[in-house]
């Protein structure tokens, strides 16, 4: 099978392959070639729209912190308290991507999963169980029934700002992460087959991640619809506390919504520490092992970023900020699937032992067929 390592199928392909480096105009070369004109603007886009989204997603984290901080301990919900938990995630994400992929960052994004799996179980076992089941399902259904029409959803007649503040925000959400995401999955997937690529990173992730939703969404759905309580509303006045107002209504709240912080805080950390990892790649030439001089540069702009759309704006900064690096950055991503396309056409699949038992046997059962033909 054709060995491939990235977000990108194309990006791998190059990365691994090819012995290419990391960088996202390389994976573009079959559509754009090597102009190195456009292969920098390729790579200054890339650039942007990391930092931007990563930015924006410690921005939102921030928000969430302080929303628990608020709810558990009555901490003030103030830009100075957001500050002070932007500054311990950065001295986290910085000296776990200063210490490298197989240390700092491997032990937080095991402690992380394991966290986030202990939380899960918990609310899915204390919740409503039999209604988490039910929603999951249905929100499956609704998916792939609506997936076209969703996918092209607006609204130029009827107004309103639902589908721009957050469906179309979360699209430019997901494709400013799309650089560092796929630069990252193709550093530490090389050896994968597309198979397993396929099924590690394209089916089991977002299984779990619908899961997830209808875990925690469909508790506080149920809480509202039977118990009488305003999460809804809540999240109207401030949805960084929606998710500590559903913890309330389970049993060992406080220990519950101290695990909420402290995950929502590694998170954060192990978001900042493959940012800073793969920036310092994307702008040292695409090499796998860059300095740590640059991890450190990118990890202060990031930090100085998330602080000043905080500081200048919240919520709403942040949304335009993480929509306005994704837009030009569009472009490069449907590129990158049509450079996929050509370059998978020349690739050589080299033949496994089990092709060649598979063909024998087929081989075997055409001649024991001619011979019975010909008597």
Same mark, same amino acid.
């Given at each position: 099978? +054709?060995?491939i390592c990235d ?6 392909l190059?990365a691994v ?7 996202i105009?390389t994976?573009?070369? /079959?559509v754009t070639?090597t102009?190195?004109?456009i292969?920098?603007?390729v790579?200054i ?5 990391t930092v931007?989204?990563v930015?924006t *997603?410690i921005g939102?984290?921030v928000l969430?912190t ?5 709810a558990?301990?009555n901490?003030?919900?103030? @830009? ?6 932007i500054?311990?995630?950065?001295i986290?994400?910085?000296?776990s991507?200063?210490s ?5 960052i ?6 992380n999963m394991?966290?986030a799996?202990i #939380? %899960?179980?918990f609310?899915?076992v ?5 209604? !988490? %089941?039910? *929603?999951f399902?249905?929100a499956?259904?609704?998916y @792939?029934?609506n997936f076209?029409q ?9 107004g309103?700002?639902w ?11 997901? @494709? ?5 995401v ?10 994968r087959t597309?198979?397993e690529?396929?099924v590690g990173?394209?089916?089991i992730p /977002?299984?779990i991640?619908c ?5 925690f969404g469909?508790?506080?759905l149920y809480f ?5 309580t305003?999460?809804?509303e809540?999240v109207?006045?401030?949805?960084? +506390?929606?998710?500590f ?5 389970l /049993? %060992?709240?406080t220990?519950? *919504?101290?695990?909420?912080i402290?995950l929502?805080? @590694?998170?954060?950390?192990t978001?900042?520490?493959t940012a800073?990892?793969?920036?310092a790649?994307m702008?040292?030439?695409g090499?796998m ?6 991890k450190? !540069?990118?990890g202060v702009l990031?930090?100085?970023?998330? &602080? ?8 709403e900064a %942040?949304?335009?900020? &993480?929509?306005?690096?994704? #837009? /030009?950055?569009?472009v490069?991503?449907?590129?990158? !699937?049509? *450079?996929?396309f050509k ?18 046997r ?14």
């Open positions: 099978m +054709v060995r977000h990108w199928v194309s990006y791998g190059y392959q090819q012995k290419r480096d990391l960088l105009s994976a573009l070369e /079959p070639g102009n190195q004109g292969k920098n603007t790579d886009l890339a650039v942007i729209a931007m989204g930015a *997603s939102l984290g969430q302080n929303g628990g901080l608020n558990v301990f901490t003030p919900i103030s @830009i100075w308290v957001q500050l002070a938990i500054g311990v995630v950065f986290g994400y910085m000296a991507s200063i490298g992929l197989q240390k700092g491997r032990i937080l994004s095991n402690v394991y966290l799996l #939380l %899960l179980v609310v899915f204390t919740g409503p169980t039999v209604f !988490i %089941l039910e *929603s399902v249905l499956i259904s609704d @792939i029934t076209v969703y996918s092209l959803r607006l609204q130029p007649y009827a309103g700002t589908v721009m503040d957050w469906t179309i925000f979360y699209w430019a959400w997901a @494709i400013a992460w799309s650089p560092f796929g630069s990252f999955v193709a550093r530490v997937s090389k050896g597309i198979r690529f396929i990173v394209l089916i /977002p299984v991640s899961f997830w939703i209808a875990v469909g508790s506080a509202d619809l039977n118990k009488g305003t999460i809804a809540a109207d006045t401030d949805l960084t +506390v929606a998710l107002l559903m913890l309330e209504q /049993p %060992l709240t220990i519950a *919504s101290i695990l909420g402290v929502i805080v @590694i998170f954060l950390i978001s900042g520490d800073t990892f793969i920036m790649s702008t040292d030439k090499t092992n860059p300095h740590n001089r640059l450190v !540069i990118w990031i930090a100085a970023i998330a &602080s000043v759309l905080l500081f200048s704006g919240g919520l %942040l949304q335009t900020a &993480s929509l306005i690096s994704a #837009l /030009p950055f569009t490069v991503m449907l590129l990158l !699937i049509v *450079s996929f370059m998978i056409r020349h690739e050589v699949i080299p033949i496994t032992k089990r092709d060649v038992r598979r063909h024998k087929i081989v075997e059962h055409i001649e024991k067929n001619e011979n019975n033909t010909n008597k």
